[in-house]
């Protein structure tokens, strides 16, 4: 049985985009609790704004180098959150909040993602992005002749997504899921309807070519 691309839309601020993506298709939500993006919410807001998601629509909690005590906030928040650690966290400090979790990793070239993954056996998936400076939400794509055949756990495809590129980021990948954020906005935390909608469609059109 073929499988069904998952779609996450990361950094939502408003609730008028919240309801948009989800009218579009999106099976997830990210809210980034990372203070220095543009797209920054915090606990609060993304607790009013995870209330209107729908049931099987999960809301992602995005962290950089988060301390305990903010990571803390962000679940009492939105207490049936996945969270997604985007820094330089270890192992312990991705287990502590004791939550399903994803892990990012900043393909570049020499990057060893098996290695990667090894040390992050409990993640329950690699959500694989574009390295650089700063720390996701940076429209840049990534090689993806990078990523090795037989990595262990579920890979998120993110980096420069756009409608015009994910139905062969798809089709080349086979990702579990895809992820985006700045290739469906109109302006930095922004997002636009019509662009969420396109992106979910051509989601959806990959796979329909992936069963042919």
Not at 48 to 56: I, K, Q, T, Y
Not at 152 to 170: E, F, I, K
């Amino acid at each position: 049985m073929k499988h069904r691309t998952r779609i996450k839309i990361c950094g939502l601020t408003r609730e008028a985009d919240v309801d948009a993506a989800v009218a579009a298709g999106a099976d997830a939500i990210g809210f980034v609790l990372y203070p220095k993006s543009p797209r920054h919410v915090d606990p609060a807001r993304a607790g009013e704004l995870a209330r209107r998601l729908p049931p099987f629509v999960t809301p992602v909690l995005l962290f950089v180098n988060a301390a305990p005590d903010e990571v803390a906030a962000g679940v009492q928040a939105v207490p049936h959150a996945l969270l997604q650690f985007h820094g330089d966290e270890t192992t312990e400090q991705c287990l502590a909040a004791a939550r399903p979790y994803l892990r990012a990793a900043r393909m570049a070239p020499g990057f060893d993602l098996l290695d990667f993954a090894a040390r992050h056996p409990e993640a329950v998936g690699l959500l694989l992005d574009a390295h650089i400076e700063g720390y996701g939400g940076g429209g840049k794509a990534f090689d993806w002749s990078l990523i090795p055949a037989n990595v262990p756990c579920p890979v998120v495809l993110s980096g420069g997504l756009n409608p015009a590129s994910v139905t062969d980021g798809v089709l080349r990948v086979r990702p579990w899921a895809v992820d985006v954020s700045s290739g469906v906005e109109s302006a930095k935390g922004i997002k636009d309807a019509a662009l969420m909608r396109r992106f979910c469609e051509a989601v959806r059109e990959a796979d329909s070519r992936l069963l042919d």
